[in-house]
């Protein structure tokens, strides 16, 4: 059972355009979000990330829209780029009850092509 | 930032030798550390949560007797994969959970393995 599930598994957006992509949950526990930005052969680099007690978090380019009855969230990159061509996940996790989040969960990925 | 590192970046092994992988938080003390393995296109799936000074806990599905997982340090935790097989080539990512944070956790650049 996939617990966090991604759409669409690839984007192609137009240079200067908005890339959305979306997750959806199904564990309530779930209270981090996270989203990474992979490139081919390197590690996740963490992007942005929100708690369920706010609906919208913007970190420069990037939106985090969360949605809590619905249990989904989405990434929103503003005025795309070419260099923004990655591969993109979600993820989520829970506090543990060692007073630290347990492990992440994440979604397949998103391939997003930004066209020049 | 939080800098995690890996070592080595890439492995090749013959069936049935181990290999150890060596992740490294490079600028902060990091008490739980995630073990990670992603194949070719796919998501990242949590293997294990390594705990300094105590038994790393596995995901279910993950053979512990074949991925041991030692924390001997509060910047230091190592995978070991035993007796590879063919089967065990994948990426491994190791990732550290930012102690100020208590969520965040910061994604080595990985380790390919491949077992021929």
């Known amino acids: 059972q996939q617990q966090v599930k991604q759409s669409p598994q690839s984007l192609i957006v137009q240079k200067g355009g908005i890339s959305i992509i979306n997750c959806a949950y199904e564990n309530t526990a779930f209270d981090y979000f996270p989203w990474y930005q992979q490139f081919p052969g390197k590690g996740p680099a963490l992007l942005i990330a929100i708690r369920p007690d706010v609906s919208e978090k913007k970190e420069g380019r990037f939106t985090i829209s969360f949605n809590k009855s619905a249990k989904q969230f989405s990434l929103h990159i503003m005025d795309s780029q070419p260099g923004d061509s990655a591969t993109y996940f979600c993820a989520a996790s829970i506090m543990g009850s060692g007073g630290g989040a347990d492990g992440l969960t994440f979604g397949k990925g998103t391939h997003l092509i930004i066209q020049p | 930032g939080a800098v995690v590192s890996q070592h080595p970046s890439w492995v090749i092994c013959k069936s049935g030798t181990s290999v150890k992988i060596e992740c490294r938080s490079l600028d902060f003390q990091a008490t739980t550390m995630f073990w990670y393995r992603q194949f070719p296109k796919q998501s990242l799936m949590l293997m294990a949560t390594s705990n300094e000074g105590s038994k790393a806990t596995y995901e279910q599905g993950v053979e512990k007797d074949k991925f041991l997982i030692n924390h001997a340090s509060l910047t230091l935790s190592t995978l070991t994969v035993t007796s590879a097989h063919p089967e065990d080539s994948s990426f491994y990512i190791c990732?550290?959970?930012?102690?100020?944070?208590?969520?965040?956790?910061?994604f080595g650049p990985g380790t390919r393995l491949t077992v021929t």
């Open positions: 990732s550290a959970r930012d102690p100020r944070s208590a969520y965040e956790q910061y």
